[in-house]
């Protein structure tokens, strides 16, 4: 790429950027921002947990968690979830020692447990709106729906990536940059399996005690 420039009243050109970067740390700024990003993911979450919080309580005459949830669905549910992230350790096992198929073969079951995941945190939110129950009945079903579904969305993106790092390693191989984008994922994926835990403890558990 050649850089582009303009010329001052003496002729002499000035570049907007120069042609060859300074030396990186391999990965360095890749890992960094990563990891401002999921800061950032963080505070979005303690947000809608403090929100959650605070809306939690307000049924205004409508059904509480005692009448709406059914925990051992959001158990299994909780299953699909954690196998997936055992799943993707097992890849990530199988890329260091440079065995694409058996990793991509990992990589197959942990998008199928998340694909579980996610269809069964839909056929919850569709039963739920089907009963009269949907976000907009009272601020614990905004709160409600809001949290889980924020997760589910990080979720479906996270299936997406994965995907397409399987087409980018069935194309070129562990490459480095291939390498570092699954440890992205990897990070992202453990990321909102923590996440859930703490959904699935301080939504259903500590809203079935209520």
């Known amino acids: 790429m050649s850089a582009q420039t303009i010329k001052q009243d003496d002729g002499t050109p000035v570049s907007f950027y120069v042609e060859d970067e300074h030396d990186h740390p391999e990965g360095g700024s890749t890992m960094l921002g990563f990891w401002m990003y999921l800061m950032s993911d963080c505070l979005i979450f303690a947000v809608l947990f403090a929100t959650y919080g605070v809306l939690g309580n307000s049924y205004a005459g409508g059904p509480g968690p005692r009448e709406l949830f059914e925990l051992p669905l959001v158990a299994v549910n909780t299953a ?81 990536w994965l995907v397409t790092l399987m087409v980018q390693v069935g194309r ?29 403890t301080f939504v259903y558990l500590m809203g079935m005690l209520r």
């Open 172 to 200: 070129h191989g562990l490459i480095a940059a291939n390498k570092r984008r699954l440890l992205c994922l990897s990070m992202f994926w453990h990321f909102l399996d923590v996440i859930w835990i703490g959904v699935f």
């Open 80 to 160: 699909m979830l954690l196998f997936s992230s055992i799943t993707y350790g097992f890849a990530m096992l199988a890329m260091d020692e440079g065995k694409v198929r058996t990793m991509q073969a990992w990589l197959v079951m942990t998008g199928l447990f998340g694909l579980a995941f996610l269809s069964i945190e839909l056929y919850e939110f569709s039963t739920l709106i089907h009963e009269g129950a949907g976000p907009t009945r009272s601020a614990f079903l905004s709160s409600f729906f809001v949290l889980v579904g924020t997760h589910g969305l990080h979720v479906t993106m996270g299936l997406v």
